[in-house]
């Protein structure tokens, strides 16, 4: 596995956590498909992510923290992440009526160029 795409995929992970939105868009292909956790399905392309994370801050605060790293066989990297759903004011959700939720799960990622082409969520067995 590609040391530089596992301390891109850290990097990712910070970003997202501290809300810089543009740094992780910035390592995105124009045409990311991109698993919606909330919804179910993909999205497609880095404006769509950014649309789809404005409306997810919107009515939650999610912290994804990376716990493992592996290479698939095809060629991906994924990521045992322990994902934590809070609600805007920083207390653990309850009653939640989309698919977040806390958990572990694993998220995999496909890159091409340097850039991130193809993310999928999985959960965890």
Request: aromatic share 8%.
């Amino acid at each position: 596995m590609p040391q530089n795409d596992v301390e891109m995929i850290k990097r990712i992970y910070a970003s997202f956590n501290a809300r810089d939105i543009d740094t992780v868009l910035a390592v995105l292909s124009d045409d990311v498909v991109w698993a919606n956790g909330m919804d179910g399905g993909h999205i497609h392309g880095r404006e769509a992510v950014r649309d789809y994370w404005t409306r997810q801050s919107a009515v939650i605060s999610p912290h994804v923290e990376p716990v493992a790293f592996e290479k698939t066989e095809d060629g991906a990297v994924a990521v045992e992440v322990i994902q934590s759903i809070f609600d805007l004011d920083g207390r653990p959700l309850e009653g939640q009526t989309h698919g977040l939720r806390d958990k572990t799960v694993t998220h995999i990622f496909r890159t091409e160029n340097d850039k991130i082409i193809r993310f999928d969520i999985q959960d965890a067995l």
